[in-house]
Structures are given as C-alpha cells and as structure tokens.
C-alpha cells in the first residue's frame, strides 16, 4: 500500500487574481467542477493507497477537510504548518509523522496542483515505481517534454529514455535549473532530458534516511515540532517554535541533488503545473480559444477569455495571444506570452496596498463563506452562505451593528437571550454590543443578506465566547 502525501501551502500568484494568498489556485476549480486539490487527492485514491496525509496552511485547513469530504475522502492526518518553510521541511514531517507507526510504508509526494489527465498511464508510472522504492531507491517522475519550456526544471537521463514503452525506472545523472530558450532547445532535441514534476516514491526508512544523512539538523527541527505538536479538532498543529529551526530549502536542493540512490520513471503522459495563464490555456483551448464563464470570443487566435462573475459576459473581438480573466474585484489582461510577469502585477498592488493583491472576494471560513457587495465609509453590505448544520461563532461587536435579511433557507438566530428562527424574506436586527450567532438548522445552504453600519468594519472587530471550531 502507499500513502499519498498531499502538499498544499503554496499561495502562488502566477494565476492572479484567481490565485491569491487566501485562496491559491489548489482550491480553485480551474479544469471543471472539482478544484485541483480534490483532482490531486482522487487520482491518489482507491485500490493501493491508503488514506493521506495533508500537509497545509492554518489558512486553508478548513478548505482542504470541506473539499475532501465533498471528494469523499477522510484523511489519515492533516499537519499544519505554523509558517512555510519549503518543501524540505514538508515532505519530512510527513515521513516522521509515518515512521511512528510503519517506518517502512512506501509515501508517494505529490503537489496538489498538477494536472495529469490519464489517471491510468499515472497510475502504471507508480506501479512500476514501487519495486524501486522498496528496493531503497528515492524515485522521482519526469515528464517526456513537448517544447522547449524555460518555467521549468529538468532531468538529466544517463540515456535517452523510451517514452513510447512500459514505463520503467532509469538512472538520473543530475538535476538542472530552469533554462533560457536556447538551452531549452538544445536539451529538447538532444533527447535525455525530462521535466521534473516534484513528485516522488520512496520508503519512509530510505527517505528518513536521507535526511539524516545531509540535513540532520533539519531532522532536530522537524522531529521536535511533532513531538510538541498539538491536537486541534482534526488536525495536527506542528510546534511553531521549533518549525522555525528547520531551514526554508526545498527538497531537490536539501536532499535530492546529494542523494546517490536516485531513480526517474519517465512519464509520456499530459502534465502541468499550470504555472501561468499560458499553461492553462494550453489546457484548456479548443481550436485555439480558451473560455470560460459567460464567455465570448468573436474572430479571435491564441486566446484566454475567462469571467468568474456571476452575470457578468466578457467579450473577445479580433484578439490575438491575448489573456483576459474578469473578478469580481480586479481584471487582467495580458499577451499571453508574457502572463509569466502576473507576479509582478502582484508586487505592485501590494506596494499601493491593494486588498486585491492578496485576499480573494470570497472569505471563506469553515462555516460557509461571505463576500463584500458594496463598501461606503460607514457601511457594508455583504452575502453570507452557510453550509446545513454549520454555525458561527457566538459573538459580539465593540464597534458595529447588523441587519441580517435571509434569502434563501432558514437561520437559527441567537440574539442575547433571544433564540428564534428567521425564514426568507424575514429580516433581524442585532444591535452594537449584543451577543449573538447565526446557524443553518436546514439541510440545504442558508443564503442571507447582512448590511452593517458603525465606525470600524474590520473583521477583526469579533469578541468569541464560543466557536465550534475551536477559533480564537
């Protein structure tokens, strides 16, 4: 059996602005219905693996159990993460966490972002793994190139691989940096070099062995992190002290690159990190367009049109290499050949500190999730979904009052002593200073309205006295 480990901390922003720092482009359901995180963890489940390991962000930790549930996958553990530090550190806490209890259970690393269509020519690439990985070998996947790509690492193969065979592993002669074109090129014609995907097989034993061996001090680090960490709800809560002892390294350059018991399955499958817009489009494109959303493209080439908005049409005509993704915050438009800069469009909002920089529309919280509507000086109005059977927490406000319309289903208000229940087209007034909660008693999600007014808006203007999900 494997057990699948799941990385998902990142917070890139090459997908901006779908991608955010509150909400990375994992959860994002970029390729259909399913979100790249739930994709990642079904190709990873079934027949021969067991149930993961989730290593993620305090932010997203009730993202990752919510999407799992709706996947119908219960995690074996979810670690998280007091502050990223790379993916040395993640990949070792895992394979700690696991040798507690089976020190020679095969783990198989995966990115919870990646896109590989053909789960079976995946699935026959880790199957002939597995006599390596137990063999003691630290197994990584490379992807047969189809362009000279400089957004990526690479392999280099002792020989050129047959990628038109049954996959097999073969020797890695060494890891190289992400190339210029030229360099891209040459490689893809020269036939020994794959795209490295960061996925990887290996034994706990041999991985943990590894690490012993060129980064022992990391091995300290992590290992007290676990040994203080502390049980919340479901989750695992890795000792923010001692975490900030191991080194901000990733795995190739910690362990991979100084390991001398190496292996790479080729794999000639499709593949992407969907690392930019470019890359999505590439997935996505039918006859050269790209579109999604009340999307419509009208004589155009080589381009993305994509509107997250709900009622809101984007409309292409006569463009050429052209990316154009509608928020309902911020939009941007690009040439497609250079969406790769998106991360600098980032830096420069963070610099006028633009909320859109970093926080998505959407404020999604275990409960549900709520969005800004209209925002004045001294009001704001938001929508509010919460999922059945879930409630907020029992809560008061120094600084704001609400009025809360249902719109959709029922609400079980709390309002001081005041418990009743608010049906659509009722609405309740909770005064400043009241203690009060909502929950959804229905089996269906509730949908209000809330418009607050006051001084100070903030949400952290928020006094708990009790939350079911143990927040502070």
């Not at 890695?172 to 992400?178: D, I, M, R, S």
């Not at 362990?255 to 999505?280: C, H, I, Q, T």
Request: charged share 20%; hydrophobic share 45%; net charge negative.
């Amino acid at each position: 059996m494997i057990t699948p480990v799941l990385l998902c901390g990142g917070s890139g922003t090459r997908l901006w602005p779908l991608s955010r720092k509150s909400y990375p482009k994992q959860f994002s359901p970029l390729m259909g219905d399913e979100s790249l995180f739930q994709a990642s963890a079904k190709r990873l489940a079934g027949q021969g693996y067991t149930a993961p390991v989730v290593v993620t962000a305090d932010a997203f930790r009730f993202i990752v159990t919510e999407q799992l549930a709706d996947a119908g996958i219960d995690p074996a553990a979810v670690l998280i993460e007091p502050a990223g530090r790379d993916t040395a550190p993640a990949v070792l806490a895992p394979a700690l966490h696991l040798q507690a209890s089976d020190p020679d259970a095969l783990m198989l690393v995966a990115p919870s972002d990646h896109v590989i269509p053909d789960r079976d020519a995946f699935t026959a690439c880790v199957t002939a793994a597995m006599p390596a990985a137990q063999a003691g070998q630290l197994v990584t996947f490379g992807i047969g190139p189809d362009r000279p790509e400089t957004g990526y690492g690479y392999l280099e193969l002792a020989e050129k691989p047959d990628l038109g065979s049954d996959p097999a592993p073969v020797a890695l002669k060494a890891f190289v940096e992400k190339p210029d074109a030229e360099t891209a090129a040459a490689m893809l014609a020269e036939g020994r070099y794959l795209w490295n995907a960061g996925i990887f097989l290996f034994s706990v034993s041999s991985i943990v062995a590894a690490y012993e061996a060129h980064q022992p001090a990391m091995i300290a680090a992590v290992q007290a992190a676990l040994d203080a960490a502390k049980r919340d709800l479901s989750f695992t809560r890795l000792d923010p002290a001692a975490w900030e002892g191991a080194e901000a390294i990733s795995i190739d350059y910690a362990v991979m690159e100084k390991a001398d018991n190496l292996s790479v399955v080729p794999f000639a499958g499709r593949w992407s990190d969907l690392g930019d817009w470019a890359a999505v489009w590439r997935e996505t494109q039918k006859d050269g367009v790209s579109l999604s959303g009340p999307a419509t493209a009208i004589d155009c080439r080589d381009t993305l049109l994509r509107s997250e908005v709900e009622g809101q049409a984007i409309v292409g005509i006569g463009l050429d290499d052209i990316v154009a993704v509608a928020m309902p915050d911020a939009v941007l438009i690009s040439h497609k050949g250079r969406t790769q800069e998106v991360k600098q469009a980032v830096a420069a909002l963070k610099e006028k500190r633009a909320p859109q920089a970093e926080s998505f529309p959407k404020d999604h919280r275990p409960w549900g999730w709520f969005e800004s509507l209209v925002v004045g000086e001294r009001f704001q109005v938001k929508r509010i979904v919460v999922h059945p059977g879930a409630a907020l927490s029992l809560q008061s406000h120094h600084h704001r009052s609400e009025h809360w319309i249902v719109v959709q289903g029922t609400a079980k208000v709390t309002v001081d002593e005041s418990v009743t229940l608010v049906t659509e087209n009722q609405s309740v007034y909770i005064p400043l200073g009241a203690v009060h909660r909502m929950e959804n008693p229905g089996k269906l999600p509730m949908v209000l309205i809330e418009v607050q007014t006051g001084s100070y808006l903030g949400e952290d203007d928020i006094i708990r006295y009790e939350d079911v999900y143990a927040r502070e």
